[in-house]
């Protein structure tokens, strides 16, 4: 079995250059979920949910963010680690999940120039376990199980950091086959680019999202095999007054499903200012009758006092 990763660059390099963050969590990326089996790291780099608040709350009104309320599941074949399990010693088997290293470090490349800043976290996995399993009649079977995975998160902190970017893209494959038979696939990309400018120093922002779940994943035999396609573009405004805060959003969202059951499902949605201006359902899924949605007036005063931004950030007073 064999595994790589990419080395580190210490924070301390560029931490000067980001005096007007709050936190050491400021640029914290959540890398994955990793499920260890005897010392041997197995990860998933998985979709970046944003959940109902994030950034700009009426942005996701009334469409969320895909996996905002069902967050995607992950497969992982243990069928290697039988022989190593069954010997009858206690064994390990668990699951963490993994944001800022523990000395905050951060991977390949950091730039800064005229108080700008570019940062850029980087990783890859690459295992390939194989094994021999008998059972106990005598039956054997060849085991092979595989993933190659990529990440990378580019911020950048630009204009004394009243512009502020994300570039994303998590992507890779898992694979486990059988004497030659596969048994698990999982083919996935996400990407996610976010866009916060800071309008006046009071506090008031505009921020834009681009949001996408690929996805092919066969993840048993007795489990249905999909494709599922969906991007998400949503953009808000969030204005602070003494007065009130007051926001408004846009969202459109197209997502199509496809089994190997021969199930078929798309839907194209747009929401302005907390109203469905447009719903288009098809496929052999698709309800045949019309969802009908309730309209609602002009956007009101929000009663939060500030949105929760990642890492503890904050804008205005």
């Not at 010392?39 to 998985?46: D, E, Y």
């Not at 949910?49 to 074949?77: H, Q």
């Amino acid at each position: 079995m064999k595994s790589s990763r990419t080395s580190t660059l210490p924070t301390s390099l560029f931490r000067p250059y980001l005096a007007e963050q709050p936190s050491e969590t400021a640029l914290s990326v959540r890398a994955g979920c990793w499920l260890t089996a005897e010392s041997q790291v197995l990860p998933t780099f998985p979709y970046a949910v944003v959940f109902t608040g994030g950034i700009v709350p009426t942005a996701w009104r009334p469409i969320t963010s895909y996996g905002a309320l069902d967050l995607p599941t992950y497969f992982i074949d243990l069928t290697p680690f039988v022989p190593v399990l069954t010997d009858g010693k206690p064994h390990n088997i668990s699951l963490d999940v993994v944001s800022a290293e523990d000395d905050h470090a951060i991977n390949q490349n950091c730039m800064g120039d005229n108080g700008d800043v570019n940062v850029t976290v980087s990783a890859t996995r690459n295992i390939h376990i194989e094994a021999d399993i008998t059972s106990g009649s005598g039956k054997t079977t060849h085991v092979v199980w595989s993933q190659n995975l990529e990440f990378s998160n580019t911020q950048q902190f630009l204009d004394i950091t009243f512009v502020q970017n994300v570039f994303q893209t998590a992507s890779g494959t898992f694979s486990s086959t059988h004497n030659g038979v596969q048994a698990l696939v999982d083919t996935f990309s996400y990407p996610l680019n976010i866009n916060l400018t800071v309008l006046s120093p009071d506090g008031n922002f505009v921020a834009t999202f681009d949001h996408s779940y690929d996805r092919t994943s066969h993840p048993a035999p007795f489990i249905l095999g999909s494709t599922i396609h969906e991007r998400q573009l949503a953009s808000g405004l969030f204005h602070t007054a003494s007065t009130g805060n007051t926001s408004n959003g846009t969202n459109y969202n197209t997502f199509s499903y496809v089994d190997l059951g021969g199930n078929t499902y798309d839907r194209e949605v747009t929401a302005v200012d907390n109203n469905i201006t447009f719903d288009h359902q098809g496929g052999t899924l698709a309800p045949r009758k019309t969802v009908a949605f309730p309209g609602f007036g002009p956007q009101t005063p929000l009663v939060v006092a500030k949105p929760r931004l990642h890492g503890g950030r904050k804008i205005g007073n």
